[in-house]
């Protein structure tokens, strides 16, 4: 019969598994990496020929922010492959160039007691019609 051997000398048994050294410089690191992969969520292309040439997969839409010009392009794939692409030019508000209100826009709200009043007006109608049919 052949004695076990785990690797170790004869009358050495190691009594834990040997683990890589802890290097807490690289996990910091890999972090790191980690949260400025998530900060950069906007694909920027330069121009409509940027745009053009990027590639999408089939069935998605992507938002393609020009870096050149104030211009959004939308480029989708069916599911054929076949691309599209929409072109969005968007401008920068301030308080300055906001459309006006117009006073009478806002929606009129009845009161409690106004609410109450065509209550008490239908029940009163109600109780009339019933009448004038004999229930």
Known sequence: MMAFNNGFPVGYNQMFPQYPTYNPQSQMQMQMQQQQAQQSNLTWVQGEAGAKSYLVAANTTVPLWDSEAQVIYLKSADASGMPSMKILDYTIRDSSNLPPKIPGDSPEFAT????????????????????????
């Open 112 to 135: 409690k007691d106004e609410v109450e009043t065509i209550k008490d007006n239908l029940k009163k109608d109600i109780d009339m019609i019933k009448e004038s049919l004999g229930l």
